[in-house]
């Protein structure tokens, strides 16, 4: 198989080098949680991002160069199968190079990358909405039927107040995966009805949980992201999960987290130039999401 000129040539010392340095990287979060998932240690914050994006460990960990970068590939033509994260199913050897070929993409995955990119594009057009102030957490809660986390956190107010607030304040969620998890109480109360059919007309860049997404599409996009691409991605949605949780109306002190009070003036405050800020950080990782989709249905 004869491919097209890559855009970049990585020597086999230099790419080896940067695969070791992203898997210490990436370790740094993943061996907290392998160990805690071997003891039977739940953590309430930092394991969120591995249960409810169930992606293993190693997607992480191992290093892989994206769309248009080849690999220098001392085994040359004739090597054997390849092994994880290099494999068969997505990469091509050609001329003593290694890359990911886009021309293995089904028409479905051609589909999906397509869906992908066009709900970033039009996330990324909207104007961002700071008004929310992380109200999904406490309509997950309301009238107390279903607690999630009960398991491991408290809740840091009384049922009655956390009621209160959600009946008398507007809730304008417009993630169709957190709306789906609000009390059955409470849906009647948010402003708009997210479904996952209107996901592309609603979604905007304020949002804490868009945000978190990148993560979830940078591994849907794999191995045409790129792990440098994933990992920001990921890092980013570790800050976004901790807010989420410091606003909610959970009891964090045992985990060294002071609650965002958001049922205040200050709290509101405080969450909203959080959210501003994290919503700043997504917004490069949103086009450079986007335009590796671009890249990658282009070279197909």
Request: with cysteine; aromatic share 8%; hydrophobic share 40%.
């Amino acid at each position: 198989m004869i491919l097209d000129a890559p855009s970049t040539v990585l020597p086999a010392v230099e790419w080896r080098e940067r695969s070791d340095a992203h898997r210490r990287r990436a370790e740094r979060h993943t061996g907290p949680a392998r160990n805690r998932r071997d003891r039977g240690l739940p953590h309430p914050i930092a394991d969120f991002l591995f249960e409810y994006y169930p992606f293993p460990f190693s997607l992480l960990e191992n290093w892989q160069p994206g769309i248009g970068v080849a690999l220098e590939w001392e085994l040359g033509p004739r090597s054997p199968t390849l092994l994880p994260p290099f494999s068969d199913r997505w990469y091509a050897q050609d001329n003593g190079l290694l890359r990911a070929d886009s021309g293995k993409l089904s028409d479905k995955e051609r589909q999906r990358l397509l869906w992908i990119g066009e709900l970033l594009e039009a996330t990324g057009d909207r104007a961002p909405n700071f008004a929310c102030h992380g109200l999904h957490e406490w309509a997950m809660v309301y009238k107390g039927k279903e607690v999630r986390h009960e398991k491991t956190l408290a809740l840091r107010l009384p049922q009655a107040e956390i009621d209160a607030l959600v009946g008398t304040r507007a809730i304008c969620c417009s993630h169709h995966d957190a709306f789906r998890f609000f009390a059955s109480d409470a849906r009647p109360l948010n402003h708009l009805q997210p479904t996952l059919e209107t996901r592309v007309l609603l979604e905007q860049p304020g949002c804490l949980h868009v945000n978190m997404d990148l993560y979830k599409w940078a591994a849907k996009a794999m191995p045409w992201a790129g792990s440098d691409l994933l990992l920001d991605c990921f890092e980013l949605a570790v800050e976004l999960r901790d807010l989420d949780m410091r606003a909610s109306p959970y009891d964090l002190s045992a985990w060294g987290r002071e609650a965002v009070p958001i049922e205040t003036a200050e709290g509101r405050r405080i969450y909203e130039n959080e959210q501003k800020a994290l919503s700043i950080k997504g917004r490069p990782l949103r086009e450079r999401l986007a335009a590796v989709i671009r890249e990658t249905l282009k070279c197909n």
